[in-house]
C-alpha cells in the first residue's frame, strides 16, 4: 500500500480540464483536475460524480439551481443530471468516479480526455 500526497500531485501539473488519475477503488477512478474558468453544460447517462474541491472554490451550475463549493466540501452530481463547473479562479478538485466516465459526458469536443494519464 502506498500513500498518496495530494499537493504533491496537483503540483505535478498545470493544465485545466483534464483529470489525471491518481487511485482506483473497484471500479471507479480516483481522479485529480485543476479548474479554471467554465466547462461546458454536461450529463452523463450512467455515471454518478462525486466532486471534493481541495483547494479553492468550484460553483456547480444546473438548469434550476446551483452549488457552491469551497475547500473541504463536495457534491454528487447524479447520472444523467446536466451541470455545468465553473472555477473563478483555480480550483484543485478530487473527482470520484466510475472507469468508464467520460470527462466532457454526452458531448465530445477539444476538451474531451479519452486518454487519462495516471500520475
Given at each position: ?19 489525471k488519475i491518481v487511485g482506483e477503488i473497484n471500479d471507479?477512478?480516483v481522479k485529480l483536475a485543476k479548474f479554471k474558468g ?49 472555477a473563478d479562479d483555480e480550483a484543485h478538485v478530487l ?25
Amino acid at each position: 500500500m502506498r500513500k498518496i500526497n495530494l499537493a504533491e500531485k496537483f503540483r505535478s501539473f498545470n493544465d485545466h480540464w483534464s483529470p489525471k488519475i491518481v487511485g482506483e477503488i473497484n471500479d471507479s477512478y480516483v481522479k485529480l483536475a485543476k479548474f479554471k474558468g467554465e466547462f461546458m453544460r454536461h450529463s452523463h447517462a450512467n455515471e454518478d460524480e462525486l466532486f471534493l474541491v481541495v483547494k479553492g472554490r468550484l460553483r456547480i451550475k444546473f438548469r434550476e439551481s446551483e452549488v457552491q463549493l469551497d475547500a473541504g466540501e463536495f457534491t454528487i452530481v447524479p447520472r444523467g443530471v446536466e451541470h455545468l463547473p465553473i472555477a473563478d479562479d483555480e480550483a484543485h478538485v478530487l473527482l470520484l468516479e466510475p472507469k468508464s466516465t467520460l470527462n466532457t459526458g454526452n458531448l465530445r469536443n477539444d476538451r474531451t480526455v479519452d486518454d487519462l494519464e495516471r500520475i
